[in-house]
């Protein structure tokens, strides 16, 4: 499985932004997806996750509100949009798939593949 983000860049504070993750396997409607971020200096944090079906989606507290996911299993697509931003959620966003979970997850240790993460800078 491969994954490729798209959609970072330079946005100003209050602004928003797309991000894109683009899965290379045939089989996407069966995997759990997330969106995670590491800002420098920071561990990776979890944003946010949504399941197979989009049946349930959860989020970090930091972002519930203002980045809604959502996924399009017929293009293998997954989408974190980011509204309200603010400069702390300046990171490296990367989206990840779980093959084997029962239901969304915030534990990044669950997710077997990983995308590159497009930087997102949010200017004062």
């Known amino acids: 499985v491969q994954l490729l983000e798209s959609g970072g860049g330079l946005v100003q504070d209050g602004g928003s932004l797309r991000l894109s993750c683009a899965a290379s396997?045939?089989?996407?409607?069966?995997?759990?997806m997330g969106w995670f971020r590491q800002a420098p200096g920071k561990e990776r944090e979890f944003v946010g996750s949504i399941t197979r079906c989009a049946s349930s989606i959860g989020y970090a507290d930091s972002v519930k509100g203002r980045f809604p996911i959502s996924r399009d299993n017929a293009k293998n697509m997954v989408y974190l949009q980011m509204n309200s931003l603010k400069p702390e959620d300046t990171a490296v966003y990367y989206c990840?798939?779980?093959?084997?979970?029962?239901?969304?997850?915030?534990?990044?240790?669950?997710?077997?593949?990983w995308g590159q993460g497009p930087q997102v800078t949010v200017s004062s």
């Open positions: 990840a798939a779980d093959r084997d979970g029962y239901s969304w997850s915030y534990r990044s240790d669950e997710y077997e593949y």
């Open positions: 396997v045939r089989t996407f409607s069966r995997y759990i």
